[in-house]
């Protein structure tokens, strides 16, 4: 028999770093390092909406304590995540704490929060070595919980809940419960109990201040034994916790199983020495084999940005926005059969390598000109890395002609834009027998092609004229509306192939040169170009949507500004990340749409207002 004191209830403070290596290996939402979009100050408004969503979602909070979570007069703030696997989160944070998170409009505590109000929660108790299996991205398994004398908590599916381990009433983990508390009794105990979100430990925790959990006692006969004394561990739970553990153990987790016995746990320098034993040789070739990959994509980095700064900028580009610079300038000097992907670098970002290159190459200043939007605002010609870089005489984009006009030297490509079509839910039996499910995208001749082999597969040509097509149940599901069930037996092939695109969803591929293709769904957003009234009788034109199309605002404003002789102005668009608009004196719709479809090659379907120019100006 042994008994979990207060110490081995939880992992002490000083396992951090070893739980810390655990969470690498989990797919759970906080178990790997999130990535910061935003973080802003909470107004007076947003703090009283918060509040009454606080209330909302968990009213057996007194407003006193509400008060105490979110005070009125000190700095709270809002900050906007995006996890490991994508999902986007809100962090509530305060004191440099998360507080709360919300997903999916759903508001959860932190166990910061649970340590303060351990009883805001119902919860479910489990022996202190399951926790690392949390902690390593377990869910918890209901022949892991320990039901105490007055019952499991009552839960449905769904409901937020929190887990302790046996003998501290303070929450190491929050999650939903799996089942309700009648479906785990009906299981007989097997199965999911609770489907773990946030734990300690987990990268969540490591946001705020890491302090440890406080030592909390378990009520009086709350999960203790007949006596009210210390929970204690039978022969038979030992073994139950063994065998949970062995049960639970998956290939990905490191840590050491522990066993309830009298014998003392290993100690974190043990654990650590076995875990490295055991993997160093794997874990070594891994980091060699990154590490490498990463430096060859940081060399081919480096060439692209030299090679960039000295045959693709001019000083009369400046400032240049760091996004164009990338797009337009870097990726265009990328060598044959190779791509450039920031991603696989060590850098991971744009922003922090041209940090690199500003803090300890010296040969560019970036600077934030709008809010959230970078620049490169000067450049060092005379840096010798810059003078004596030897630019490659192959790339993959070869050099496009300038145009005339001297309208912005640095060649232009325009992009590769390819309309497709997505299957639909209605369509995806016609598509099955090509293997195409829901969400895939095709071609417009990809489509004819299927159609008309399942047309041909299934017999459904008219014998007596060719043109037509016999209705069978499924074309008669996924084409015909059901006024025409009774009525329409067959079709012409250009009615089916038509009525197949318009019941499927309009899609488009960009792609600029030197990147991989980028497909999103819904119509690709035409350059706008629109005149607005700016007092009682000026009036501008406004140029939105350029950086869709691979076009550098500042480059377009210079170049339109030279033609009609007029002042531009750059300005965010409020709402739009990394988004401005080009704003020019007069009604300039004429010159403006010249620039795009001659100097620039843009298709004119992909500009939107021209008609909007003045009657007696010249028409295309």
């Known amino acids: 028999m042994c008994r979990h004191n207060e110490n081995s209830s939880i992992i002490s403070a000083g396992q951090a770093e070893f739980v810390a290596v655990v969470c690498l290996f989990s797919e759970k939402m906080f178990a790997r390092q999130f990535r910061v979009k935003s973080n802003t100050a909470i107004k007076g408004s947003d703090r009283r909406k918060l509040k009454a969503d606080i209330s909302a979602a968990f009213p057996s909070l007194s407003a006193d304590e509400i008060s105490e979570l979110v005070p009125n007069k000190e700095e709270l703030n809002v900050v906007k995540i995006y996890a490991h696997k994508g999902d986007a989160v809100t962090l509530y944070v305060l004191h440099k704490n998360p507080l709360f998170f919300e997903l999916e409009k759903r508001l959860y505590p932190t166990v910061y929060v649970l340590w303060r109000y351990p009883a805001l929660l119902p919860k479910f108790r489990t022996w202190p070595p399951v926790l690392q299996k949390l902690v390593g991205g377990a869910d918890l398994m209901l022949p892991g919980v320990v039901v105490p004398s007055s019952g499991l908590p009552d839960v449905k599916q769904g409901d937020c809940c929190a887990v302790t381990v046996v003998n501290n009433r303070a929450p190491v983990a929050v999650g939903t419960a799996a089942v309700s508390t009648a479906e785990m009794h009906g299981l007989g105990m097997k199965g999911r109990g609770v489907c773990v979100l946030h734990t300690y430990m987990d990268t969540l925790w490591a946001f705020g ?10 009520a009086e006969n709350e999960g203790q034994g007949v006596n009210g004394e210390e929970y204690e561990v039978s ?32 100690s974190l320098a043990e654990q650590e020495e076995e875990k490295g034993q055991r993997d160093n040789e794997e874990e070594e070739g891994k980091e060699d084999e990154k590490k490498m990959a990463q ?11 030299l090679h960039a700064l000295k045959s693709k900028v001019k000083k009369s580009e400046l400032p240049l926005l ?13 060598p044959n059969g190779k791509q450039l992907d920031i991603k696989k670098s060590s850098y991971k970002k744009l922003s922090k390598f041209l940090q690199a290159m500003q803090q300890q190459h010296n040969l560019v200043r970036v600077k934030e000109l709008t809010k959230g939007v970078e620049s490169i605002v000067e450049v060092d010609w005379k840096n010798p890395e810059l003078r004596y870089f ?10 496009a002609p300038v145009q005339d006009g001297g309208e912005g030297d640095t060649p232009y490509h325009p992009p590769e834009i390819t309309t497709l079509y997505s299957v639909s839910a209605r369509l995806e039996p016609l598509f099955l027998d090509a293997n195409k499910r829901k969400g895939t995208m095709l071609l417009p001749a990809d489509v004819r092609n299927i159609v008309t082999e399942y047309v041909k597969k ?17 074309l008669c599901d996924c084409l015909l509306e059901k006024s025409e069930y009774q ?26 040169p030197g990147q991989a293709p980028v497909k999103k769904k819904g119509h690709i957003e035409p350059i706008d170009i629109s005149v607005a009234s700016r007092g009682s009788s000026k009036k501008v034109t406004l140029i939105k949507n350029l950086e869709v ?19 531009s102005v750059i300005q965010p668009i409020p709402g739009s990340k990394d988004k401005v608009l080009v704003q020019i004196q007069g009604n300039q719709i004429h010159q403006a749409g010249n620039l795009l479809l001659d100097h620039y090659q843009i298709p004119r379907k992909y500009i939107q207002g021209l008609e909007k120019a003045p009657k007696g100006g010249k028409k295309k």
């Not at 940081?298 to 940005?305: I, R, S």
């Not at 009525?487 to 792609?511: I, P």
């Open 209 to 218: 201040d890491k302090s440890g959990p406080p030592s909390l006692p378990e």
């Open 235 to 266: 022969e038979e739970e030992e073994e139950e916790v063994e065998k949970y553990l062995e049960e639970e153990q998956s290939p990905g987790e490191m840590v050491k199983d522990q066993a309830c016995s009298g014998i003392e746990e290993l």
């Open 295 to 305: 430096e060859i994509m940081d060399a081919l980095l480096l060439q692209c940005f």
């Open 322 to 334: 760091t996004s164009t610079f990338l797009r337009n300038h870097m990726f265009s000097c990328c």
């Open 390 to 399: 030897s630019v490659p005489e192959e790339t993959d984009v070869e050099a």
């Open 458 to 474: 299934n017999e459904l040509v008219d014998e007596n004229n060719k043109n037509y097509v016999t209705i069978n149940p499924i």
């Open 487 to 512: 009525e329409v037996e067959s079709l012409k092939w250009d009615d089916l192939f038509s009525r197949t695109l318009a019941r499927m969803q309009e899609c488009y591929q960009v792609v600029f």
């Open 549 to 567: 199309y691979g076009l550098d605002p500042a480059v377009v404003a210079t170049a339109l500004q030279h033609r009609v002789q007029a002042s």
